[in-house]
């Protein structure tokens, strides 16, 4: 795949960089950063013997069952435990929903856990659970977001139903619209899908006293300690949590939610190690989803293409008393614009920050008016695009990935709105951008060196699936001269050095120059020891291959062990932390997507897509490619199969499971061009992150796709066929204004 | 009544209609739940066939080429008496009904989702999972192959999807594009892993057909 081109010169950085960053900066030329290094855990995985924590067995270990609400909105009256504690196999029982009058009694959405169980098997379990006896007082609920809006909607949530945020208000909304010869106002939408991560929540939790160790499947080990000592009001200092592989987590993993709690809990009534991993259902209804979005949206155009004004309500729900934030306008200038935003609460999980939160959905909503636009204009939507971009910059560099993008894709051959060609299967293009921030902040490693060469990288930082125990050894082995398979990392263990959650496409960036830093000064302690037996001063020294030596004379040096044979007893052993100046804050990328509709069945078939995305300094450059591809398959899914589906009437979930929470297979899968921008402009940036930005913007290029295709815009995601078919009727009928 | 099987060598002679299996529940349901607890099988007053459970009993399964001897409750699935009585935790559990098949093993050449197949049923029969497949620290092509190409992420469905892919290729030694997807169609990524497990299928050299 090619490389992006960047032009521009880079933007002062808002701090400028450490003693440390200066010191420790980033090799010009690369050995091993930025080269593709298969993941060190690869073998383990593949062949099983990767101990995830739903894989953690202990000794005498039992099984924990959660009791949830199968209503909506109800008060817990009564919580009977006495016949499944007599159950078979059954070791404990514990109420988590006091019942009573209180609004603490409330469950407030379905899936709500009420109490817990735990028994010798998993069966056991299960059959123990269903014995609980809960008796509900049944409450009003609302499903929908018209249903809780609704001038007659019973007042489900305290405070009100809705909770209306600031209004955001920039140049002169009455004078943009003045200037405006096309005027688009429509209501656009995106839904609520969950995380379904494939290894459920959950947690075994084993006590030795007043100590607990908890295997948690989380993305933030730290975080679950605090989470866990806060929730049973013991000391941090008891708690030691352990995440060496977990199954996914998408954002829904930075909190050991009640499941946590309630596995520590059984664990300590039993006097039993437990182990309480969800089920499929329980992960649809509790563990967080993707906020829906809705805008109804007044925009303006000049004659000559340029956006005027921008005049937008929007809401959304994030379940139960959650918010429903994200970016509106997304991306391109409307010099006049304003934006009120209103938080709507229905009964339904609540929202947790799912891969890159409200980005996605403001892409949406803002991409799709913009071909609205565009057409009025007669624009091409590349042109158009590129007419209305904030000014450029390193991290807002659209103009030229749009440009380097449509020659790549060869968006020349695109035809306009509607394909002129006969029969039922319409082809189209489509194109998007999008923007995410990642960067760095606090986080901290640890490096030993010791007299038989060895080399170990401590990090209290997991790997959520991106590769992270992989560039903890590539950026160790880069710093040191030394080949990656002499690191050893060590992750995903709250013994190893404070590190925040894996969120927000920040861990790498946080990781990065702590572990830079932190080998960089163990370097520095091996060249005071080296230097002596050389006969020279320790600031000549350089490490590559292997060896230490006098800088440009590599026959004047000693090998990487004998250097370490002058360590002694006492290992070599540094800290690290993460300072600004290795790192950045701001990526930028566009998608160009391909698709095929039948226009009489409505089914989408995505052929193809390109994306231009940067990240600053490459780290792996095989892991970073398959964050984009991953990105990229997630928002597809977003686009034209996942849907959390509420039943207006009842308020359950209908389709909690996978078989009909659809998800893309091998055959949904398109051909995926990957331009990973690599230029110097980039490098100087240090490290950024890449798991968030490539998957906003898919889901827009591919309904920007299906419009250029048939000719009619659908404004709700997901993309699903009744809602294509029925577009194009009303298409056919005269279409909207 | 339920058991009109008559011949217990020949299983193929289950009648497994849904009617036939509610009749055969119902059964089960009439033994005193005591004994049932107590005992392994139980013999059913009015017909004399045997019954398993529900409480525990004894099974002997062929997993990876090892006999493996397990105490079960006859309605606990294949997957779950290997991850929770035999500490087999290669393969995983996701969606716990036959959809996303993290759960994948080989059950006499053919691959099977091991949450949704009771062990009692899979006696007599050649288990494989993940587990076995590697050769000690070699690792089987397929194994191989994901690694190379980088065709997993956090790795949780890819137990299942190597399993698939290693039927496949026993089926296909050098698969086309069209049968790779057909063969990899019954299991989900979630990470979006796709385009590389493409890119391992179509390259694993040296598989016999199995």
């Not at chain 1, 690369?30 to 062949?47: A, E, F, I, M, Y």
């Not at chain 1, 009003?140 to 955001?168: C, I, Y």
């Not at chain 1, 075994?204 to 993305?219: I, R």
Request: hydrophobic residues 40%.
């Amino acid at each position: 795949m090619a490389n992006a081109q960047q032009p521009g010169a880079p933007q002062p950085a808002p701090t400028g960089p450490t003693a440390n960053a200066k010191k420790y900066a980033w090799p010009e030329k690369p050995v091993v950063l930025s080269t593709r290094v298969k993941r060190l855990d690869g073998p383990d995985k593949v062949s099983g013997r990767a101990k995830y924590s739903f894989d953690i067995n202990r000794p005498g270990m039992i099984f924990g069952k959660i009791v949830r609400s199968p209503h909506p909105h109800a008060r817990v009256t009564a919580v009977d435990l006495s016949e499944a504690r007599r159950a078979p196999g059954v070791k404990a029982a514990l109420v988590w929903k006091e019942p009573g009058t209180e609004a603490a009694s409330e469950v407030r959405y379905q899936g709500e856990p009420v109490a817990a169980v735990a028994a010798e098997t998993e069966e056991q379990a299960i059959d123990a659970a269903r014995l609980v006896k809960v008796t509900y007082d049944v409450l009003p609920h609302v499903a929908s977001e018209a249903q809780s809006m609704a001038s007659d909607a019973p007042l489900v949530f305290q405070g009100g139903n809705t909770r209306k945020g600031a209004t955001q208000e920039m140049g002169d909304l009455e004078e943009g619209f003045k200037q405006a010869a096309h005027i688009v106002e429509q209501t656009y939408s995106t839904h609520v899908i969950t995380h379904v991560c494939m290894e459920s929540h959950g947690c075994v939790c084993e006590w030795e006293g007043d100590k607990l160790t908890a295997w948690v499947s989380t993305q933030g080990v730290h975080a679950s300690r605090q989470q866990l000592a806060d929730g049973l009001k013991i000391p941090q200092a008891n708690i030691r949590v352990i995440t060496q592989y977990m199954g996914g987590g998408f954002g829904s993993k930075t909190n050991v939610g009640a499941e946590g709690l309630i596995c520590a809990r059984l664990a300590q009534q039993a006097t039993a190690p437990v182990k309480l991993f969800l089920d499929r259902k329980e992960e649809h209804l509790d563990t967080g989803n993707r906020p829906s979005a809705f805008a109804k949206i007044r925009a303006g155009v000049s004659a000559d293409g340029k956006l005027t004004a921008f005049d937008g309500q929007s809401w959304g729900t994030g379940g139960a008393g959650a918010v429903s934030g994200f970016p509106l306008p997304y991306i391109y200038q409307f010099p006049n614009r304003r934006r009120v935003h209103t938080d709507v609460f229905v009964n339904a999980g609540q929202q947790r920050p799912m891969r890159a939160p409200g980005h996605p959905q403001g892409c949406f909503l803002t991409e799709i008016l913009m071909d609205e636009l565009a057409d009025r204009v007669r624009m091409d939507p590349v042109e158009f695009r590129i007419k209305n971009l904030p000014e450029a910059s390193p991290n807002a560099a659209w103009g030229d990935y749009f440009r380097q993008g449509a020659k790549a894709f060869g968006w020349d051959k695109r035809h306009p709105t509607g394909d002129p060609t006969p029969g039922p299967i319409k082809n189209g293009f489509g194109v998007s951008a999008h923007q995410w921030g990642g960067g760095g902040r606090a986080g901290r490693a640890h490096c030993e060196i010791t007299s038989d060469g060895g080399v170990v990288m401590r990090t209290g930082t997991q790997d959520i699936g991106t590769g992270t125990r992989t560039i903890v050894a590539m950026l160790t082995a880069e710093t040191l001269g030394l080949p990656v398979s002499a690191v050893k990392p060590e992750i995903g263990d709250t013994m190893y050095p404070v590190c925040g959650a894996s969120g927000g496409s920040t861990t790498a960036a946080s990781i990065s120059p702590a572990i830079r830093i932190a080998a960089g000064k163990a370097l520095d302690q091996l060249f005071e020891k080296v230097a002596p037996q050389l006969g020279v001063s320790a600031d000549v020294l350089v490490a590559d291959t292997g060896r230490i030596h006098v800088k440009g004379n590599a026959s004047k040096g000693m090998t990487w062990k004998d250097a370490c044979k002058l360590i002694g007893t006492e290992p070599i052993s540094t800290d690290g932390e993460w300072e600004a100046g290795l790192s950045s804050t701001g990526t930028s990328g566009v998608q160009f997507t391909e698709v095929d509709v039948d226009i009489e069945t409505g089914i989408v078939k995505v052929k193809r897509v390109l994306t231009v995305q940067d990240c600053g300094l490459i780290v792996d450059r095989l892991t970073a490619e398959s964050q984009v591809y991953g990105g990229i398959i997630g928002s597809l899914n977003f686009a034209l199969f996942e849907d959390r589906i509420l039943d207006r009437v009842t308020g359950q979930m209908v389709n909690p499971n996978m078989e009909s929470y659809l998800l893309a297979g091998m055959s949904d899968i398109p051909k995926i061009d990957i331009m990973l921008v690599d230029t110097p402009v980039q490098r100087s940036r240090g490290v950024i992150g890449i798991g968030e930005p490539p998957t906003v913007s898919t889901a827009s290029s591919i309904a920007n796709a299906v419009r250029n295709a048939t000719g009619a815009t659908v404004r709700s995601l997901p993309l699903h066929p009744h809602k294509i078919l029925a577009a194009i009727e009303e298409q056919k009928a005269g279409g909207t204004k | 009544m339920a058991q009109k099987n008559k011949d217990p060598e020949k299983p193929e002679q289950i009648d497994r209609s849904r009617r036939n299996f509610l009749k055969t529940a119902g059964a089960v349901s009439t033994v005193p739940l005591v004994a049932g607890i107590a005992g392994a099988a139980v013999a059913d007053a009015q017909t004399g066939a045997a019954i398993a459970g529900p409480g525990d009993v004894p099974i002997q399964l062929m997993v990876n080429g090892k006999r493996l001897n397990l105490n079960i409750e006859p309605r606990m699935t294949l997957l779950n008496a290997l991850r929770n009585k035999a500490d087999l935790t290669g393969n995983k559990r996701g969606c716990d009904r036959g959809v996303c098949g993290a759960c994948t093993m080989i059950i006499d050449g053919r691959t099977a989702y091991s949450c949704s197949t009771l062990a009692i049923e899979v006696q007599g029969k050649q288990i494989r999972t993940v587990d076995g497949l590697a050769n000690g620290a070699t690792l089987h092509p397929v194994q191989q192959a994901f690694c190379d190409r980088d065709a997993l992420m956090c790795g949780f469905c890819t137990p299942g999807f190597v399993m698939a892919t290693v039927a496949l290729i026993e089926k296909h030694p050098n698969p086309t594009p069209a049968q790779v997807k057909a063969g990899l169609d019954g299991n989900i990524c979630r990470c979006g892993t796709f385009t590389r497990i493409m890119e391992a299928a179509t390259s694993v050299k040296g598989v016999a057909r199995g």
